[in-house]
């Protein structure tokens, strides 16, 4: 279906979600025995991502993609060591860069971990326009994105003054809602510059929340999900029964 002219997707449960992410995945991604090419993506945080990179790094799709030519970034993370159970580096690491042997030249690690977090976000951006050969805005080939029941993205959250950020690719964040309150995100003009941004959703708890995102009228300050508009056909939403049934 579509509404407010971006596609979303409803499926049975979350495992189905994984699916049907993993399969835009490996369909856009490079294939063995082709020319080579980079493929820059973004991986989400959270949990909700887990089964999608449980299912990459399986015997079913891990031999239909060209890891090497892969590259990993990050939307945010968290001010914890890299192996801290709440690390998103350390969620994406466990479930899919060991178990693929992603080479760590291929990893572009957030070290919100450090004391100067306005150090690390600038140094990250360093690392954004390198990546992208200085580009002033890099276009990701995919992005992958959640949704929190309170509509944030990303670190992103209501009322956040990131929200307003147009000039920089990486800020800190000092007072999330949520623990622990100090993290780094990219800022909402790197997501609308995508290629493609893929929303995945899951659970009842956002069930209203994803209503009002993609058909309310509430400001985007409050519903941060909802300033990530990078085009008709350039975002999706795949979303469970549970999160997406009254749409």
Same mark, same amino acid.
């Given at each position: 279906m579509e509404v407010a002219g971006y596609a979303v997707q409803v499926f049975k449960d979350k495992d189905a979600v994984a699916r049907a992410a993993a399969d835009v995945f490996v369909n856009l991604a490079p294939q063995p025995h082709e020319s080579p090419r980079p493929f820059r993506v973004v991986l989400a945080g959270g949990t909700t991502p887990q089964a999608l990179y449980a299912l990459l790094a399986s015997a079913e799709y891990r031999n239909r993609v060209a890891w090497d030519q892969v590259l990993f970034f990050f939307g945010d993370e968290r001010a914890v060591p890299p192996d801290h159970p709440d690390s998103n580096y350390r969620r994406?690491?466990?479930?899919?860069?060991?178990?693929?042997?992603?080479?760590?030249?291929?990893?572009?690690q957030m070290r919100a971990d450090r004391p100067d977090l306005d150090a690390a976000a600038a140094d990250y951006e360093r690392v954004l326009q390198s990546a992208f050969e200085g580009a002033r805005v890099p276009h990701f080939d995919l992005i992958f994105l959640g949704m929190g029941a309170d509509g944030h993205t990303a670190?992103?959250?209501p009322g956040s003054s990131a929200l307003a950020e147009c000039k920089r690719l990486v800020?800190?964040?000092?007072?999330?809602?949520k623990p622990p309150p100090r993290r780094l995100t990219l800022t909402i003009p790197v997501l609308n510059a995508a290629r493609l941004v893929l929303f995945m959703v899951v659970g009842a708890d956002k069930a209203?929340?994803?209503? =009002?995102? $993609?058909?309310?009228? #509430?400001?985007?300050?409050?519903?941060?999900?909802?300033?990530?508009?990078?085009?008709? =056909?350039? $975002?999706?939403?795949? #979303?469970?029964?549970?999160?997406?049934?009254?749409?």
């Open positions: 994406a690491n466990d479930a899919l860069f060991r178990p693929l042997d992603i080479s760590g030249k291929n990893i572009y670190s992103l959250f800020v800190p964040v000092t007072d999330a809602p209203q929340t994803l209503r =009002e995102v $993609l058909k309310g009228t #509430v400001s985007p300050d409050q519903y941060p999900a909802k300033y990530v508009r990078p085009g008709p =056909e350039r $975002l999706a939403w795949l #979303v469970d029964e549970a999160a997406g049934g009254t749409l």
